[in-house]
C-alpha cells in the first residue's frame, strides 16, 4: 500500500502566533487584573482580518511558567527556509503587548520585520529542551508549539 501525503501537509505556513494557555498563562489566579480571554480574542480577530497570513494556535504550559503570559511567534515557512527562528515573548499581560505581537506578525514576524524595540522587552528564552542528562522539561512534539508536560517556575 502506498502512502499519500495530503496536500496541506505542503503547503505554506503562514506566521503563527501560539498562545499559551496551560498551568499558569491565562489564568486569572496568577494575573487576575488581566482579561486573557479577550487577548485571546483579539489574537483570532487580528488572524481571521489577515486574509490566511496570519494563525493562531493554542498550546498547554509551554515552560517558562514564571513569565506568563507567553507568546511564541512562529516564521512563516519561507523564513523558516532562510534561517529564521521562532521568537518567544512573556509578560504578554496587557493590550499594549498584544497590539505589538500583533502588529510584528502582520508586518511578517522572524525573520521578515525588524523586531520592535519595545517589544524586544518581552522576549524570553525557550525553556531548553529535555536531554539524556535529564536536564530541562519533559517535551511532547518538536519546534516552539510543542507542549510540556511539566510545570515550571512556580
Not at 1 to 27: K, N, S
Not at 117 to 146: C, E, S
Given at each position: 500500500?502506498?502512502?499519500?501525503?495530503?496536500?496541506?501537509?505542503?503547503?505554506?505556513?503562514?506566521?503563527?502566533?501560539?498562545?499559551?494557555?496551560?498551568?499558569?498563562?491565562?489564568?486569572?489566579?496568577?494575573?487576575?487584573?488581566?482579561?486573557?480571554?479577550?487577548?485571546?480574542?483579539?489574537?483570532?480577530?487580528a488572524a481571521?482580518?489577515?486574509?490566511?497570513?496570519?494563525?493562531?494556535?493554542?498550546s498547554d504550559?509551554?515552560?517558562?511558567?514564571?513569565?506568563?503570559?507567553?507568546?511564541?511567534?512562529?516564521?512563516?515557512?519561507?523564513?523558516?527556509?532562510?534561517?529564521?527562528?521562532?521568537?518567544?515573548?512573556?509578560?504578554?499581560?496587557?493590550?499594549?503587548?498584544t497590539d505589538?505581537?500583533?502588529?510584528?506578525?502582520?508586518?511578517?514576524?522572524?525573520?521578515?520585520?525588524?523586531?520592535?524595540?519595545?517589544?524586544?522587552?518581552?522576549?524570553?528564552?525557550?525553556?531548553?529542551?529535555?536531554?539524556?542528562?535529564?536536564?530541562?522539561?519533559?517535551?511532547?512534539?518538536?519546534?516552539?508549539?510543542?507542549?510540556?508536560?511539566?510545570?515550571?517556575?512556580?
Amino acid at each position: 500500500m502506498t502512502w499519500i501525503r495530503p496536500i496541506a501537509a505542503h503547503a505554506e505556513r503562514p506566521c503563527t502566533l501560539v498562545v499559551c494557555r496551560g498551568c499558569c498563562c491565562g489564568d486569572p489566579r496568577k494575573n487576575p487584573g488581566t482579561d486573557h480571554a479577550g487577548q485571546l480574542a483579539r489574537l483570532r480577530e487580528a488572524a481571521a482580518a489577515s486574509g490566511g497570513r496570519l494563525a493562531v494556535r493554542t498550546s498547554d504550559c509551554l515552560g517558562p511558567c514564571a513569565q506568563a503570559n507567553v507568546i511564541v511567534v512562529q516564521p512563516t515557512t519561507e523564513a523558516r527556509r532562510r534561517g529564521a527562528r521562532a521568537a518567544w515573548f512573556g509578560w504578554a499581560l496587557d493590550d499594549t503587548a498584544t497590539d505589538e505581537v500583533i502588529a510584528w506578525a502582520e508586518a511578517g514576524g522572524p525573520g521578515v520585520a525588524p523586531l520592535p524595540a519595545t517589544l524586544d522587552l518581552h522576549r524570553v528564552d525557550p525553556p531548553a529542551p529535555a536531554g539524556p542528562a535529564g536536564g530541562g522539561r519533559k517535551a511532547k512534539g518538536g519546534a516552539a508549539g510543542r507542549r510540556g508536560s511539566g510545570r515550571r517556575g512556580r
